[in-house]
C-alpha cells in the first residue's frame, strides 16, 4: 500500500524559510518522479515542483521558481522542499505525490502558514 507524509510544515515569518519532508512506503520510491502541490484556501491546486527518480533534473513552477528548491535522497527514500524567502502568497497545504502506473498518490498535506 502506498503511502506519503509530509511534515515540517507551521508558521513562518514572511521572507523566511522552512523546509518540508516527505516520507513514504509502499513502493519503490528511486523509481519514480516525485513532486509537491499545494492548495491555498478557496483555490484549486496550484503545482510546486518535480523531481526526476534518480534527482538528477528538477522544474519549478513559475511562482515558486528561484525560491524553492526540491530535492531527494534515495538512500533515505525522502524528497524535500527547501523553501526560501517565503511570502504570503505561498500559506497553503502542501501535498508531496507521486504517480505510479498512471495512478497518482498523495500524502495527507502539511500545512504552511505564513505571518507578516
Known amino acids: 500500500q502506498v503511502e506519503l507524509v509530509e511534515s515540517g510544515g507551521g508558521s513562518v515569518q514572511a521572507g523566511g524559510s522552512l523546509r518540508l519532508s516527505c516520507a513514504h512506503s509502499g513502493f519503490r520510491f528511486s523509481n519514480f518522479y516525485m513532486s509537491w502541490v499545494r492548495q491555498a484556501p478557496g483555490m484549486g491546486l496550484e503545482w510546486v515542483a518535480s523531481?526526476?527518480?534518480?534527482?538528477?533534473?528538477?522544474t519549478y513552477g513559475s511562482a515558486v521558481e528561484g525560491r524553492f528548491k526540491i530535492d531527494r535522497d534515495n538512500g533515505k527514500n525522502t524528497v524535500t522542499l527547501q523553501m526560501n524567502n517565503v511570502g504570503s502568497e505561498d500559506a497553503a497545504e502542501y501535498y508531496c505525490?507521486?504517480?505510479?502506473?498512471?495512478?497518482?498518490?498523495w500524502g495527507r498535506g502539511t500545512q504552511v502558514a505564513v505571518s507578516s
Open positions: 523531481i526526476r527518480s534518480d534527482g538528477t533534473s528538477a
Open positions: 505525490g507521486t504517480c505510479i502506473h498512471l495512478v497518482p498518490y
